[in-house]
Nanobody
Framework: VQLRASGGGSVLPGGFLSLSCVVS????????MSWFRQAPGREREFVSG????????YYGDSAKGRFTISRDNAKNTIFLQMNNLKPEDTAVYYC????????????????WGQGTLVTVSS
């Protein structure tokens, strides 16, 4: 499985962006797809995850109420809709995959995309 993230950019505070992560290779029902982010000088932070099979989702505290994760089985793609963006959301966003259980721990993920930069600034 290979991952390719896209959709980052620069937005004003209060703006929105939609990130995409295309999965090359077969995304199995047991796969868990997650978004992480990493700001300069900070550790990689869990944002949100989704189980490919049943679509169940989980959000980190920073994403609750503002971000929505979803998937398109036909396109082998997951999305992260980010609304009401704040300067503290500025980071490189990564998609990652593991099996069975959504985890907020980056080291438990097997495969990572290349990252896409999101900058929120006035």
């Amino acid at each position: 499985v290979q991952l390719r993230a896209s959709g980052g950019g620069s937005v004003l505070p209060g703006g929105f962006l939609s990130l995409s992560c295309v999965v090359s290779g077969r995304a199995a029902r047991s796969h868990v797809m997650s978004w992480f982010r990493q700001a300069p000088g900070r550790e990689r932070e869990f944002v949100s995850g989704i189980r490919w099979g049943d679509g169940s989702t989980y959000y980190g505290d920073s994403a609750k109420g503002r971000f929505t994760i979803s998937r398109d089985n036909a396109k082998n793609t997951i999305f992260l809709q980010m609304n009401n963006l704040k300067p503290e959301d500025t980071a490189v966003y990564y998609c990652a995959v593991r099996t069975l259980i959504i985890s907020s721990k980056a080291y438990e993920y097997d495969t990572w995309g290349q990252g896409t930069l999101v900058t929120v600034s006035s």
